[in-house]
């Protein structure tokens, strides 16, 4: 079993910056894929972006050039630094580590781009 836990999440004005980590438990955290994904009220949850465990990037068009993920197989730290935050961007923010044969999903973080 592997537990996700993401932290920094918060409010923030549009413009604003706030760097997401979603720390991993057990030993397989270095050997695969991770990726960030959220889900606004009332909207499917969408991809955001993601990582290779030797450090290939992609990300959604809607966040290309703002957001950068990044992680530290050392720490089984996944991060999301996020620029020049939007109003749409607010959503509940959760990371994925994806195996072979199934995907761990952490349990969320709120981020809210309000005024």
């Known amino acids: 079993q592997v537990w996700l836990v993401e932290s920094g999440g918060g409010l923030v004005q549009p413009g604003g910056s706030l760097t997401l980590s979603c720390e991993a438990s057990g030993s397989i955290f270095s050997a695969y894929a991770t990726g960030w994904y959220r889900q606004a009220p009332g909207k499917q949850r969408e991809f955001v972006a993601s990582i290779t465990s030797l450090g290939t990037t992609k990300y959604s068009d809607s966040v290309k050039g703002r957001f950068t993920i990044s992680r530290d197989n050392a720490k089984n730290t996944l991060y999301l630094q996020m620029n020049n935050l939007k109003p749409e961007d607010t959503a509940e923010y959760l990371c994925?580590?994806?195996?072979?044969?199934?995907?761990?999903w952490g349990q969320g973080t709120q981020v809210t781009v309000s005024s």
């Open positions: 994925l580590l994806a195996t072979a044969n199934e995907g761990y």
